[in-house]
């Protein structure tokens, strides 16, 4: 079956634009976490929604940075007055529950580059 | 305490070798230990995974050891490949509000030659 998407797959923009980052999960998976990879770097966890609701966003680095998810599929990832060092590869990622032993099945990213 | 640290940062084995991948921890509150395989342009893939009660963990040529008292959790890979070149991440989760959240290393680049 389809795995997690994102998209776009690249994106750039200029320092104090405002992006947007989607994320497709797996089929019925309720659990969607985002997270941040920085050149060289392991993923750095940002947000993680069960259903709807953000169970848990304190990964999320400053009010700059939003997620939504209201309908408990689609994730939409919101960066208002990006910086130049908010440059960075997002994942996303989903399993099937979010209980603690599900496999997180990660998309391929969206890398986004603020000049 | 909230940071896995991993080593080597970078780790050149000839095809047939066994490279070994280190991570070390320190919050307690660790439960469970995967491990992510992800090659350029992929996002990570799970190759295996262990929990703090299980001292070792084999899947094929994949193979955990697991030593609670030192926290500390290595990967080993026998009969290494060179289709087994990737960036490997070990990771630590802790629960919130019963799913995991993963704190990641900070990645091996291995590169097995032919």
């Known amino acids: 079956g389809a795995g997690v998407s994102q998209t776009p797959s690249n994106k750039v923009t200029e320092k104090g634009k405002y992006v947007e980052l989607r994320c497709d999960p797996i089929s019925g998976h309720t659990a969607l976490y985002w997270y941040r990879q920085s050149l060289g770097q392991g993923p750095e966890f940002l947000i993680y929604?069960?259903?709807?609701?953000?169970?848990?966003d304190s990964g999320l680095p400053n009010d700059r940075f939003f997620a939504v998810r209201p309908e408990g599929s689609v994730s939409t990832l919101k960066i208002q007055r990006t910086e130049r060092g908010d440059s960075a590869v997002y994942l996303c990622?989903?399993?099937?529950?979010?209980?603690?032993?599900?496999?997180?099945?990660f998309g391929p990213g969206t890398r986004l580059t603020v000049l | 305490q909230q940071q896995v640290k991993q080593s080597p940062q970078s780790l050149i084995v000839q095809k047939g070798g066994i490279p070994i991948i280190n991570c070390a921890y320190e919050n307690t509150a660790f439960d469970y230990f995967p491990w992510y395989q992800q090659f350029p342009g992929k996002g990570p893939a799970l190759l295996i995974a262990i929990r703090p009660d299980v001292s070792e963990k084999k899947e094929g040529r994949f193979t955990i050891s697991f030593n609670k008292s030192a926290k500390q959790f290595s990967l080993h890979i026998m009969d290494s490949q060179p289709g087994d070149s990737a960036t490997y991440f070990c990771?630590?989760?802790?629960?919130?509000?019963?799913?995991?959240?993963?704190?990641f290393g900070q990645g091996t680049r291995l590169t097995i030659n032919p």
């Open positions: 929604f069960q259903g709807t609701g953000a169970a848990d």
């Open positions: 990771a630590a989760s802790i629960e919130i509000q019963g799913a995991q959240k993963l704190v």
């Open positions: 990622a989903s399993s099937s529950r979010g209980w603690r032993t599900d496999t997180q099945y």
